[in-house]
């Protein structure tokens, strides 16, 4: 089945580490995108991709960093430098052109 | 710039009621519109999209009308099911861009 897979589902990290949130897409999709969810404020644009090589911070991607090496892989990197990680993040990617996205299952980051 | 303004939840209704969610964007140009539901501990689905001026998107029996003269795209059902309870969120996607604007969501519960 196509779809997008985001791994792990849950994930903790201790304060001061770096930590890397895995999306895969098999939609053969150029475009793919991370959002941040947080309770009552929708979802935020941390970084997006429209082809291999090639990516552009969205609206909050301070304390973020992303890598697109193959088309079908879109990690991110949620680095020590952001305050306030703990927070519910989905991937997602679209057609390059067509806005109608298609979203991961999400993976929830606690900082402990 | 581009924005969405959702209707503030919770909602609660018993089961069969109408809903309406209530949603109105602002934006440049002529943007997608968009509705995704979002169930609980999961990633975001597609509802319904309309594109242009006078579309109505429907799914599910869920339906919303794109409104130009008004700029709104409110989200109705007849009769809600208790299986409807999610979180509901307005998107809209400007003219040549990729990425989505999301409103801040409306968590709709529906009691038997």
Known sequence: DGGITQSPKYLFRKEGQNVTLSCEQNLN?????????????????????????????GDIA??????????????????????????????????????????????????? | GDSVTQMEGPVTLSEEAFLTINCTYTATGYPSLFWYVQYPGEGLQLLLKATKADDKGSNKGFEA???????????????????????????????GANNLFFGTGTRLTVIP
């Open chain 2, 65 to 95: 009308t794109y409104r130009k003269e008004t700029t709104s795209f409110h989200l109705e059902k007849g009769s809600v099911q208790v299986s409807d309870s999610a979180v509901y969120f307005c998107a809209l996607s400007s003219t």
């Open chain 1, 29 to 57: 999709h150029d475009a793919m995108y991370w959002y941040r969810q947080d309770p009552g404020q929708g979802l935020r644009l941390i970084y997006y991709s429209q082809i291999v090589n090639d990516f552009q911070k």
């Open chain 1, 62 to 112: 301070e304390g973020y960093s992303v890598s697109r090496e193959k088309k079908e892989s879109f990690p991110l990197t949620v680095t020590s430098a952001q305050k306030n990680p703990t927070a519910f993040y989905l991937c997602a990617s679209s057609i390059l052109g067509d806005a109608e996205a298609f979203f991961g299952q999400g993976t929830r980051l606690t900082v402990v």
